[in-house]
Each structure stands twice: as structure tokens, then as C-alpha cells.
């Protein structure tokens, strides 16, 4: 890594997930059995694919999650490992299997996903609770919604508590988050369906984007930004100014964990105190990269593309 640049301590407190995934030449409809043309197994999950993306940007990167006592699980640990992420926080579950998640994707780019959470689903309060010291050796928290929602409260309420910075990713969004939660919220980070789904109104464009996450910082979010893919992302400020940002236009192969990409550098730029702005901007180039290469943690690219690329 270069001098100059700065690193931060991030946490993901997050799911890890093996991902099977099916390239074909469509998205099946329902009742449909079609043929693909490719298998992979790849690391995945949305907690593992940001702490990926955090240290692949230069970020000292600790993860807290579970995995089940099993291949895929010691898998997992060791590419994390392999990535110089700190495994400490991460608890093996003697009962459940690793998460796995059935990903199919069309030659057009889009994707389905269904998560099997397994072992995800054994992230506790008690688990997040045993590994405070994890938490207070950071600088920025990332959380996702793909482990127990308490356990993400948890988390939340003990970052705030000890005065960190603390970054959500609500996905998967399945309705309004509990109204206690935003205020713990230093920036929400949802796409474009997840805004939607959080602030109940359309988010179809930049005005839509801006009126959720107006809605969501009502709710108590202090910074918030949505999303938009190709349409880039929209930023509204606490204080309530708003700027939209483009993104890099490419033509996408594969858009698993572009997401996970941005939001995992985003955390690493705001760990290491740069600035929101180049944050943002650096975080959609490197997602920009993802979805011109297959597979979720493979996908992924290092600071030395990132720069290479601009
Ligand atoms: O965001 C992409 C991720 O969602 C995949 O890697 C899959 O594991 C699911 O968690």
C-alpha cells in the first residue's frame, strides 16, 4: 500500500455466506426450469463481501459473525484470514451449517438471490455483547440486516454508546425499520428498493431518492444515501442538504455485491477521516469495477485497481 494513505479500524458485524451461483441465459419465471451455462461456489454473504471491500481498499478490518462447524465454514474464515481481516469475532455454531445463498445470474448482469441464513441466525445479542472490545477497538461499525435484527440493535446501541461511527446497510428491507433504531444511525445506506421500502414512497429518481431519505432522516438517520446503481447515489446531509453523485457508466457482467463494495470502501474512507465527498466517489469507482467481474467476493477490486482504473 502506498504511504500516503490513511488507514482506519473498521468492524462488520455481518453474515457470511457460500454463495452457489448459476449463470443462465434468463432469470427463471415462476414454474420455470431452464438451462445455465456456468456453476460457481464463491465467498459471499453481505457482512463478508463489505469487510472484503474495506480491507481491499486498505482498511485494518475485524469482523463479528457466525459460521457453522463445517467445510464451508472453515472456508470462509481462512479467505477472510487470507484478506488480513482479524477473525477473532467470528463464533463457529456446532447445530446450524454455514449460510449459503442460491444466486442465479442472466448474461444480462441482473440477479436473483435466496439466503439461507444457517449460522448467520446464531449472531446474538450475547455474541455481539462478548465481543465489546471488538467494537471499541474501531473507528466505524458496519451493520447489514442478513443476521437476528436484535443482534443488529445491539450492535447499534453499543457502538453509540461508545462513540463510534456507526454505518447500516438495511438489506434485505422487508418494511419499516423499528423507530428506535435511526437515531443510532450515523449513515444509512440503502439502494433504491431498500429506500423505498423504509420510507413507504417511490424512489424511481433523484427526486424520489431525495424525498425517502428526507423521510428517513425525519426518522432520526443523521446522514443518509441511497443508492441508485447505474444512476449513481443520492447524499442528503444532517442539515439537509442534498447532492446526487454519477456513477462510472460500465457495461455490467455481474451486480452481486457492487453494494457491499461501496458500502465497504465508503466505511474504510470514513474510518480513515477522509473526506464524505471523495468517500463517495471512490466507493462508486470501485463498485463501478465489481460489476464488470463475476461472482461477489472475487468481484472485488484492491486500492491499487481502484487507482489503476481512474
Ligand atoms: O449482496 C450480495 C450478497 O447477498 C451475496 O454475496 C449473498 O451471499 C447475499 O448475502
Known sequence: ???????GRVLVVGSINTDLVARSPHLPRPGETISGHEFSQVAGGKGGNQAVAAARIG???????????????AQRVKDLETEGIDCAGIDVDPAQP??????????DGQNTIVVVAGSNGQLTPDSVARHEAAIKACD???????????????????ARRLGKITVLNPAPATG???????PLVDYLVPNEVEAAILAGLPVESESGARRAATELQRGGARNVIVTLGSQ????????????????????AVDTTAAGDTFIGVFAAQIAARQPLEGAISLAHRAASISVTRA????????RAEVESAA
Open 232 to 251: 449513481g447515489a443520492y447524499l442528503l446531509l444532517e442539515g439537509g442538504e442534498g447532492k446526487h453523485f454519477p456513477a462510472p457508466q460500465v457495461q
Open 1 to 7: 500500500m502506498s504511504k500516503e494513505v490513511k488507514q
Open 295 to 302: 461472482g461477489a467476493q472475487p468481484s472485488i477490486p484492491t
Open 176 to 182: 419499516p425499520l423499528p423507530a428506535e433504531w435511526l
Open 140 to 158: 466505524v461499525v458496519v451493520c447489514q440486516l442478513e443476521t437476528p435484527w436484535d443482534s443488529v440493535y445491539a450492535t447499534l446501541s453499543l
Open 98 to 107: 454455514t449460510g449459503v445463498a442460491m444466486v442465479t445470474v442472466s448474461d
Open 59 to 73: 482498511a485494518r478490518v475485524a469482523m463479528v459473525g457466525c459460521v457453522g462447524k463445517d467445510a464451508n465454514g
